[in-house]
T-cell receptor, first 114, second 114 residues
Framework: QQQVKQSPQSLIVQKGGISIINCAYENTAFDYFPWYQQFPGKGPALLIAIRPDVSEKKEGRFTISFNKSAKQFSLHIMDSQPGDSATYFCAARSLTGGGNKLTFGTGTQLKVEL | DGGITQSPKYLFRKEGQNVTLSCEQNLNHDAMYWYRQDPGQGLRLIYYSQIVNDFQKGDIAEGYSVSREKKESFPLTVTSAQKNPTAFYLC?????????????FGSGTRLTVV
């Protein structure tokens, strides 16, 4: 079964600090790796995404680092703010078997304290 | 504004009852998906549909049914065969094919068995 393993399950960071969330995968057919941010009672929203031919992508305070040989990727949130407190999901896309299917990690609950 | 509308926001089901969750999108997306979210388990795929009148089972389809009679609509029925239906249900849509686009999610329906 295709899996994406995400860690840590929860994370507390001081305001202004760096939040780091890690994900690992096994299936080499994955070809697109998005991150989603979810606030309580809401649906997830696309935050940032990367393709495996790129090792890093930065958008504002959010950076994805991708290590294709290790089959790992991570989200870094620089200068973390209380408004970043949310649940973050990594995901991986496969076109195998037809269809644009995302497999999600189990999520990381981030709390940014003042 | 374009988006995905899920209704109702909260739904209560009695034992042995079938209930239907609504999902409508006006994004002109070809593909639609249903995910179930439980604490600590991330998002798990129930069903997905790439085109009208066609759909495929996801990882946890047992006890659920769907239809895709219109491009805009992808309702999910939770049947009495689903023994543990209490969860947060998320509908999503995406462009078809291999484009590098993420999913757009609705705001979810929280189903509770009473």
């Amino acid at each position: 079964q295709q899996q994406v393993k995400q860690s840590p399950q929860s994370l507390i960071v001081q305001k202004g600090g760096i939040s780091i969330i890690n994900c690992a995968y096994e299936n080499t057919a994955f070809d697109y790796f998005p991150w989603y941010q979810q606030f309580p009672g809401k649906g997830p929203a696309l935050l940032i995404a990367i393709r495996p031919d790129v090792s890093e992508k930065k958008e504002g305070r959010f950076t994805i680092s991708f290590n294709k040989s290790a089959k790992q990727f991570s989200l870094h949130i620089m200068d973390s703010q209380p408004g970043d407190s949310a649940t973050y999901f990594c995901a991986a896309r496969s076109l195998t078997g037809g269809g644009n299917k995302l497999t999600f990690g189990t999520g990381t609950q981030l709390k940014v304290e003042l | 504004d374009g988006g995905i509308t899920q209704s109702p926001k909260y739904l209560f089901r009695k034992e042995g009852q079938n209930v239907t969750l609504s999902c409508e999108q006006n994004l002109n997306h070809d593909a639609m998906y249903w995910y179930r979210q439980d604490p600590g388990q991330g998002l798990r795929l129930i069903y997905y549909s790439q085109i009208v009148n066609d759909f495929q089972k996801g990882d946890i389809a047992e006890g659920y049914s769907v239809s895709r009679e219109k491009k805009e609509s992808f309702p999910l029925t939770v049947t009495s065969a689903q023994k543990n239906p209490t969860a947060f249900y998320l509908c999503a849509s995406s462009m078809g094919g291999g484009n590098y686009y993420g999913y757009t999610f609705g705001s979810g329906t929280r189903l509770t068995v009473v």
